[in-house]
């Protein structure tokens, strides 16, 4: 069936260290990925996405990898900071023409001062 | 910034009776959603909705559950006759296109009891 799921249920960093969180995913043909950070008592927001036929993308201090032959997905954050502290999610849409998104596990980073 | 909007953000409510929880997506997308996220866990799609009729839902889903867009601006997620596991955060979601990027309201907290 359909999954997402995320290795690394905590991840705990230094500020100003670099963060990687992973993703895997289970249907090869989705199309597109979001990541999302979720902050206590908030809704999911969008950090960044990307396409298949895409292996990387980057934006401002955050960047995606995608690795199609091992259905992975990473989401690096630079230079980590305290405001980064959040549940991240990667969503994936299993299929161009469904209207529905899957979401992961997620994961927990904390930042340590 | 256009954000999407959920009202009320927390309700309490006894089983058996019916909620209505509200959402007023971003203004020009076309494609709007409900997913809820029980305390602790993921992200779970319950239904989208496009062109004024479900497009698709999940097997959460049932016939407890319905959906409208009573005006141009507002959707609306109801459950008939509410039980104690449907205590949860709902997330109302909108986009502007089919697989792209959607954008969640900040939750509506519904406690059962």
């Known amino acids: 069936g359909e999954s997402v799921g995320l290795h690394l249920p905590t991840l705990s960093v230094q500020e100003g260290d670099n963060s990687i969180i992973n993703c895997a995913y289970s249907n090869s043909a989705s199309d597109y990925f979001i990541w999302y950070k979720q902050e206590s008592g908030k809704g999911p927001q969008f950090i960044i996405d990307?396409?298949?036929?895409?292996d990387k993308r980057q934006g401002q201090r955050v960047t995606v990898l995608l690795n199609k032959t091992v259905k992975h997905l990473s989401l690096q954050i630079a230079a980590t900071q305290p405001g980064d502290s959040a549940v991240y999610f990667c969503?994936?849409?299993?299929?161009?023409?469904?209207?529905?998104?899957?979401f992961g596990t997620g994961t927990r980073l904390k930042v340590l001062a | 910034e256009p954000e999407v909007t959920q009202t009320p953000s927390h309700q309490v409510t006894q089983m058996g009776q019916e909620v209505i929880l509200r959402c007023v997506p971003i203004?020009?997308?076309?494609?709007f959603y409900w997913y809820r996220q029980i305390l602790g866990q993921k992200v779970e799609f319950l239904v989208s909705?496009?062109?004024?009729?479900?497009?698709?839902k999940s097997e959460i889903f049932d016939d407890q559950f319905s959906v409208e867009r009573p005006d141009g601006s507002n959707f609306t997620l109801k459950i008939r006759s509410t039980k104690l596991e449907d205590s949860a955060m709902y997330f109302c979601?909108?986009?502007?296109?089919?697989?792209?990027?959607?954008?969640f309201g900040e939750g509506s907290w519904l406690t059962v009891v």
């Open positions: 979601a909108s986009g502007l296109l089919s697989g792209n990027t959607i954008y």
């Open positions: 969503a994936e849409n299993p299929t161009s023409g469904t209207y529905k998104y899957i």
């Open positions: 909705f496009y062109n004024n009729e479900i497009s698709e």
């Open positions: 990307i396409r298949s036929n895409m």
């Open positions: 203004s020009n997308h076309l494609y």
